[in-house]
């Protein structure tokens, strides 16, 4: 199965900021998805990410507020925009290779 | 509308013993399961899938089985090892790869020595 590394592991950042959270994969990948984990919930899909169109983002989710990028078929970034204290969360890539694999997840603290 | 639920949101087995973790689903359209142990502060680890075609897939110690017709899948762990603590997800997809996984709250797994 693909291995997923991705930085950084934590961050804390002051609300009105943005954080970019990487994800570079060993094996070249069509999808990508990008999930956020709550406090005490569950992994929540927020966006898929095809590389060469744009992604496609679930309900609740905007490209404004979480703008990713998918410029290789080995490589994805998500952005967490203009932060408030509720992004705090743990954020976390994936790929469906021969499985599913998860990144190490950035866990993100906004203060 | 919650298409995986995991309905027991904790779990205590003693050292030894079996672990049964349960999980429902109602898209009839998903086509494979996957169980994931999470540690706090890391991503999930994959433990063990089964493909909609099977009721049953083993490994090791885990165990998961799978009833299409209740929409019901169960992760049975055995014998239940105090390192196995950590909570677990049900995961859902359709097809492999190209779809993402829809998961489940999660069962908080504390094994007791």
């Known amino acids: 199965s693909a291995v997923i590394s991705q930085k950084p592991s934590r961050d804390i950042c002051q609300r009105g900021t943005s954080l970019t959270i990487q994800c570079q994969v060993d094996?070249?990948?069509?999808?990508m998805f990008w999930y956020r984990q709550q406090p005490g919930q569950s992994l929540t899909l927020i966006a898929t990410?095809?590389?060469?169109?744009?992604?496609?983002?679930e309900s609740g989710f905007v490209i404004d507020k979480f703008p990713i990028s998918r410029p290789n078929l080995t490589f994805s970034t998500l952005t967490v925009s203009n932060m408030s204290p509720e992004d705090s969360s743990i954020y976390l890539c994936?790929?469906?290779?021969?499985?599913?694999?998860f990144g190490s997840g950035t866990r993100l603290t906004v203060v | 509308d919650q298409q995986v639920k995991q309905n027991s949101p904790s779990l205590s087995v003693q050292e030894g013993r079996i672990s049964i973790l349960n999980c429902d689903y109602t898209?009839?359209?998903?086509?494979?399961f996957l169980w994931y142990k999470k540690y706090p502060a890391e991503g999930p680890t994959f433990l063990i899938s089964?493909?909609?075609?099977?009721d049953k897939n083993e490994d090791g110690r885990f165990t998961v089985f799978l009833n299409k017709s209740a929409k019901h899948l169960s992760l049975h762990i055995v014998p239940s090892q105090p390192g196995d603590s950590a909570v677990y997800f049900c995961?859902?997809?359709?097809?492999?790869?190209?779809?993402?996984?829809?998961f489940g709250k999660g069962t908080r797994l504390s094994v007791i020595a």
């Open positions: 994936s790929v469906g290779l021969e499985g599913y694999t």
């Open positions: 094996s070249q990948v069509t999808m």
């Open positions: 990410a095809n590389q060469g169109s744009e992604a496609t983002y």
């Open positions: 898209n009839s359209m998903f086509d494979y």
């Open positions: 089964i493909s909609s075609i099977k």
């Open positions: 995961a859902a997809s359709g097809r492999i790869g190209n779809t993402p996984l829809v």
